[in-house]
Nanobody
Framework: QVQLVESGGGLVQAGGSLRLSCAAS????????MGWYRQAPEKQRELVAV???????NYADSAKGRFTISRDNAKNTVYLQMNSLKPEDTAVYYC??????????????WGQGTQVTVSS
């Protein structure tokens, strides 16, 4: 089993910054991609940013130029630095990771989510 624990959400004024963290733990052999998704009320979950084990990144258009995803492979941790936050960034942010367990089985796991609220 793999557990993903997110932290760093909260309330911030428009234009402010937050840094989200997500640490993966469990019987992990390797992690491929780690990413951040978000879900606003009455909307579908959407990709924010993803990073591969080799450091290749991909961002949603809404995140480009404002958010930066990074990871520490030694700590199985992914980060999302969010700058110039806007009220429309308000959502529950979820961490996702996929890879291989020590048993060689594939896993694709989600964190419990962390609330980000941006006030205008």
């Amino acid at each position: 089993q793999v557990q993903l624990v997110e932290s760093g959400g909260g309330l911030v004024q428009a234009g402010g910054s937050l840094r989200l963290s997500c640490a993966a733990s469990g019987s992990i052999f390797s992690i491929n991609a780690m990413g951040w998704y978000r879900q606003a009320p009455e909307k579908q979950r959407e990709l924010v940013a993803v990073i591969t084990s080799g450091g290749i990144t991909n961002y949603a258009d809404s995140a480009k130029g404002r958010f930066t995803i990074s990871r520490d492979n030694a700590k199985n941790t992914v980060y999302l630095q969010m700058n110039s936050l806007k009220p429309e960034d308000t959502a529950v942010y979820y961490c996702n990771a996929d890879g291989r367990l020590l048993t060689t089985l594939y896993f694709d796991s989600w964190g419990q989510g962390t609330q980000v609220t941006v006030s205008s």
